[in-house]
Structures are given as structure tokens and as C-alpha cells.
């Protein structure tokens, strides 16, 4: 397999917060609010995805930043392993960033498993590290030498093979992604699924299946979205087909019948295999759908 580039990371200190609370917006979306770990700020995939939230959240960095002062971090994350009566007990990794794309550039994730093994697994806590990736058996090396965790979740963004040769060419290859998913739930690891986002006049036939045969603890599926000022950042007409939103802080979506559409086909195949969640969709879609909003059953939830 063709090695694949990264852009190149600054290393730095960081001076404010490791972990604090991620508040759902816009608030019309069913969405569990969940705890962020900032580890890094922004993504070193070479391209990036071209429809990339962080393109616009971090359009003032020349480069991807990732943060080094593991002791600072280790306290946060301590002291909030320590809290009861949390908003939410997910820790999530993949927020500001692929959880797993600088570990070559700066390991990372086996401290934090053995980390979340001590202070979680073996005191009975219910907190959970959720990594969150486009990475495949090559960003998931350390995982594979590393005995699970059941305070520890593994989710891997998929897409269609064509849509990600397309649009995310930086990542890993789809099928790579699947078998690094394979080989990580056979030695035990928590791996949940994400198929986002949808992308009008892909087919998604495969991957679904791919996904079903897998058998995840949960799957949460996403259709193409963007936070108003993202498409000035992105030039490839990707973001055409996308209404406006109604308000300021709205997504951009596509038509109400079209996600409809797209989210159909996966429900009807997966429905039974396991919970089943939308990414950053409205109650409305969740209701015509027959899933269940208040369990908020999505890559995000307990």
C-alpha cells in the first residue's frame, strides 16, 4: 500500500485547557453535549477532507498544531476521571482533530489507554476515551499492540470508497479503515461506526454492508452539512447542492427529502444490528425515521 504523506505539525505547550465541555450547536440538533480533549488543533491528512469543519475553525494556523505537555494533560484528565454527576462521561478525541493522525509525529494514545486502564477500568468508573478516526491499519498500529480497554472506544469515519477517493484523499483508503476496524473488534476493542457524510450520487451499497457485517456496538450515520463560514474555504462546488441555513448559526444541509433518501438506505439495512444514531441531524429527521432522540444513541453518547 502507497504510504501516505502528512502535512507537516508545529509542537507546542498548551496554555488553556486540555478538557472542558462541548455544548451541542446549533441547539435545533439532537446531539449529546460530551467533553473535548484538546490534544491537537487541526488535521495533518495530506489533503485534507475537502469538506473539512476544522478548515474554517482553524483557517489562522499555517500548519496543524499538536500539544506536548502530556503532565499538564494527564492532570486534567485525572481530575476529571475523579468527577461524579458529569454532564456526560465521554471524553471525545476527535473534535479538533483525527484522534490518531500524529502518532507518529507524537505518540499518544497508548498513555492515554493505560491512563483511562488505571483510573477508569480498574476503579469501576463509567468515563470513556472515545478516539474518533479516518486512520487505518497504519494509524492503529499502536492499538494493535496494546491490550483493550473497555473505558476506551475506537469509531471510524467511513464514506464510499469513490466519494473518499474523491473527497478525502488524505485519509486512509475505506477498505484499510474496515480492516484496521476488524482486526481491533477481534482483539476485543469497543469500535463503534460513523457513515459521514453521505455525498448525493455516491452509492453506498457496500460500505453499508461492510459496516453491517462488522457488527460495531453502534453506528451513527451523517449526510453533508457545513457551518456558514465553511464554504468560503472550500472552492469545489462540493457545497452547492446545500440549502442555507434558517439562522446565523444553522447548518447548511441538503433538502429534507434528499437526506431523507440517503439516511433510508443505511436505516433499513442496519436497523436490528445495533443502535443506530444521526450526526447533527433535527428532530424532525430522527421522528420520520422512527429513531429514538431522547437516547441520543449516537458516536458521541455514553
Not at 66 to 95: C, P, Q
Not at 221 to 228: K, M, N, Q, S, V
Not at 253 to 267: D, F, H, S, T, V
Request: with cysteine; charged share 25%; proline share 6%.
Amino acid at each position: 500500500m502507497r504510504r501516505r504523506s502528512r502535512l507537516p505539525c508545529q509542537h507546542r505547550e498548551r496554555k488553556s485547557k486540555f478538557v472542558d465541555i462541548f455544548r451541542t450547536t446549533p441547539v435545533n440538533t439532537v446531539c449529546p453535549n460530551f467533553y473535548v480533549l484538546a490534544h491537537a488543533d487541526g488535521c495533518s491528512f495530506a489533503p485534507q477532507c475537502s469538506y473539512c469543519y476544522l478548515k474554517s475553525s482553524f483557517w489562522f494556523l499555517r500548519s496543524p498544531e499538536v500539544f506536548t505537555n502530556f503532565d499538564k494533560m494527564s492532570v486534567e484528565i485525572k481530575a476529571w476521571l475523579a468527577r461524579d454527576e458529569l454532564e456526560s462521561y465521554v471524553l471525545n478525541m476527535g473534535n479538533l482533530s483525527d484522534s490518531l493522525v500524529f502518532e507518529e509525529a507524537r505518540p499518544l494514545t497508548v498513555a492515554l489507554v493505560e491512563l483511562f486502564r488505571a483510573e477508569a477500568e480498574a476503579k469501576g468508573r463509567r468515563h470513556t476515551l472515545l478516539l474518533v478516526t479516518k486512520g487505518g491499519t497504519r494509524e492503529c498500529g499502536p492499538l494493535f499492540e496494546t491490550a483493550p480497554c473497555r473505558n476506551v472506544v475506537v469509531s471510524f469515519s467511513v464514506n464510499s470508497p469513490e466519494a473518499a477517493r474523491d473527497h478525502e484523499r488524505g485519509a486512509a483508503p475505506v477498505e484499510d479503515r474496515f480492516e484496521a476496524a476488524r482486526q481491533l473488534k477481534a482483539k476485543g476493542w469497543r469500535v463503534r461506526m460513523r457513515i459521514d457524510p453521505m455525498i448525493l450520487g455516491y452509492d453506498y451499497g457496500w460500505t453499508i454492508e461492510e459496516v453491517k457485517a462488522l457488527g460495531p456496538e453502534r453506528v451513527t450515520i451523517g449526510t453533508l452539512r457545513a457551518e456558514h463560514s465553511l464554504p468560503k474555504y472550500v472552492e469545489n462546488g462540493l457545497f452547492e447542492a446545500l440549502v442555507p441555513p434558517a439562522t446565523p448559526r444553522g447548518l447548511a444541509r441538503y433538502p429534507r427529502e434528499q437526506r431523507l433518501a440517503l439516511y433510508r438506505q443505511a436505516i433499513e439495512a442496519l436497523r436490528g444490528t445495533c443502535p443506530l444514531g444521526l450526526c447533527e441531524e433535527t428532530p424532525d429527521i430522527w421522528d420520520a425515521l422512527g429513531l429514538d432522540k431522547a437516547a441520543k444513541s449516537c458516536n458521541c453518547g455514553s
